[in-house]
């Protein structure tokens, strides 16, 4: 099993509609067993993968065991809860969902606090850090685990990524984007250089080192690598090619994504995914039906020139995948 979480911390840039459609690629095209989990607090996959009535069902069952409430008894220095949060299926999308929840963001400030304890070595600490590795390490049975995040370099986040095995940043043509790619490098830079120095004081002082399914926790974090979206496509010579107005910005953050890359000491040429130009009016008619871009028919509204637009959806999401996939040596 791989886990994967979607991220940038630039809000607006596609991540939720990319990370829904392409794990719905996964299973529909290539066949894998994905398990979504909705960790952004504003539970927009959720939303995306599941019927209004759906939704409110789980919201409204007393029993429902959450996300959140996997936080519980690590809160309490419990330890790790035996339970997992309830999964569901979306049938259009075919895959399968660990429903979102918004408590999830009031857990900003427990693992805010215990981050301090991390850095100073403490068991305790680590519990909190590393409950997501915890949660996720369970979750054997799927080819992928894909992981959708709020856009912030908070705590919630920062935990999200230390316990995934890859994250995969989405980008939109726009300079905040560009700049976000620079935050996120020197955020990734601080957390790593804090947890090794953590890492050396916790094994001393324990005198063994603290583990997860049986593996001790470090910065295992890779680079799956990016998709650039939402830009204005022209086509020459039968090919789309992105407008002047967007190209210089693209050739600045083609710039600090070769940075990005260097942090990982990865070849950006292998990094680069794929490309979705803007797929207008369908985005909106995927959401209403909550059904994958490239499944979407007359029965959900399409006419007219959408069809075409469902058909280079489906061009464009079936290639990120393979070459994820690929770059996972799936």
Same mark, same amino acid.
Request: aromatic content about 10%; hydrophobic content about 40%; charged content about 25%.
């Given at each position: 099993?791989?886990?994967?979480?979607?991220?940038?911390?630039? $809000?607006?840039?596609?991540?939720?509609?990319?990370?829904?459609?392409?794990?719905?690629?996964?299973?529909? /095209?290539?066949?894998?067993?994905?398990?979504?989990?909705?960790?952004?607090?504003?539970?927009?996959?959720?939303?995306?993968?599941?019927? @209004?009535?759906?939704?409110?069902?789980?919201?409204?069952?007393?029993?429902?065991?959450?996300? @959140?409430?996997?936080?519980?008894?690590?809160?309490?220095?419990?330890?790790?809860?035996?339970?997992?949060?309830?999964?569901?299926?979306?049938?259009?999308?075919?895959?399968?969902?660990?429903?979102?929840?918004?408590?999830?963001?009031?857990?900003?400030?427990?693992? *805010? +606090?215990?981050?301090?304890?991390?850095?100073?070595?403490?068991?305790? $600490?680590?519990?909190?850090?590393?409950?997501?590795?915890?949660?996720?390490?369970?979750?054997? @049975?799927?080819?992928?685990?894909?992981?959708?995040?709020?856009?912030?370099? $908070?705590?919630?986040?920062?935990?999200?990524?230390?316990?995934?095995?890859? &994250?995969?940043?989405?980008?939109?043509?726009?300079?905040?984007?560009?700049?976000?790619?620079? +935050?996120?490098?020197?955020?990734?830079?601080?957390?790593?250089?804090?947890?090794?120095?953590?890492?050396?004081?916790?094994?001393?002082?324990?005198?063994?080192?603290?583990?997860?399914?049986?593996?001790?926790?470090?910065?295992?974090? $890779?680079?799956?690598?990016?998709?650039?979206?939402?830009?204005?496509?022209?086509?020459?010579?039968?090919?789309?090619?992105?407008?002047?107005? &967007? /190209?210089?910005?693209?050739?600045?953050?083609?710039?600090?994504?070769?940075?990005?890359?260097?942090?990982?000491?990865?070849?950006?040429?292998?990094?680069?995914?794929? /490309?979705?130009?803007?797929?207008?009016?369908?985005?909106?008619?995927?959401?209403? *039906?909550?059904?994958?871009?490239?499944?979407? *028919?007359?029965?959900?509204?399409?006419?007219?020139?959408?069809?075409?637009?469902?058909?280079?959806? *489906? /061009?464009?999401?079936?290639?990120?995948?393979?070459?994820?996939?690929?770059?996972?040596?799936?």
């Amino acid at each position: 099993m791989i886990s994967i979480g979607f991220f940038n911390n630039k $809000g607006g840039v596609g991540k939720t509609t990319l990370l829904c459609n392409v794990a719905a690629s996964l299973s529909i /095209e290539h066949k894998k067993k994905i398990l979504v989990i909705d960790a952004d607090p504003q539970c927009n996959a959720s939303a995306y993968l599941l019927k @209004d009535d759906d939704l409110e069902k789980i919201f409204l069952d007393s029993d429902h065991y959450s996300i @959140d409430s996997f936080f519980e008894p690590v809160r309490r220095g419990k330890g790790y809860p035996t339970n997992l949060p309830k999964i569901v299926r979306s049938h259009r999308f075919e895959v399968d969902l660990i429903v979102g929840d918004p408590k999830l963001s009031i857990r900003e400030d427990l693992l *805010a +606090n215990d981050w301090a304890e991390t850095k100073n070595g403490e068991p305790r $600490g680590f519990q909190t850090t590393f409950a997501i590795r915890a949660l996720i390490s369970q979750l054997t @049975d799927y080819d992928l685990v894909l992981v959708d995040m709020g856009p912030s370099l $908070g705590a919630l986040n920062r935990s999200i990524l230390l316990g995934v095995d890859y &994250f995969l940043m989405p980008l939109s043509v726009d300079i905040f984007s560009m700049m976000a790619v620079e +935050n996120i490098i020197k955020s990734f830079d601080v957390w790593r250089e804090a947890l090794e120095d953590a890492i050396k004081k916790h094994d001393k002082s324990e005198s063994q080192s603290f583990e997860i399914a049986g593996q001790a926790v470090g910065w295992n974090l $890779g680079f799956a690598g990016y998709v650039m979206q939402q830009y204005r496509a022209k086509s020459k010579g039968g090919v789309r090619e992105p407008v002047v107005a &967007f /190209e210089r910005i693209i050739s600045r953050q083609r710039e600090e994504l070769i940075e990005l890359c260097k942090f990982f000491d990865a070849d950006p040429e292998l990094l680069n995914l794929g /490309e979705i130009p803007s797929l207008s009016s369908v985005v909106p008619l995927s959401q209403q *039906a909550h059904a994958p871009i490239f499944e979407l *028919a007359s029965r959900d509204g399409v006419v007219g020139s959408q069809y075409t637009r469902v058909s280079e959806a *489906a /061009e464009f999401f079936h290639k990120i995948s393979g070459n994820l996939l690929e770059r996972l040596g799936q």
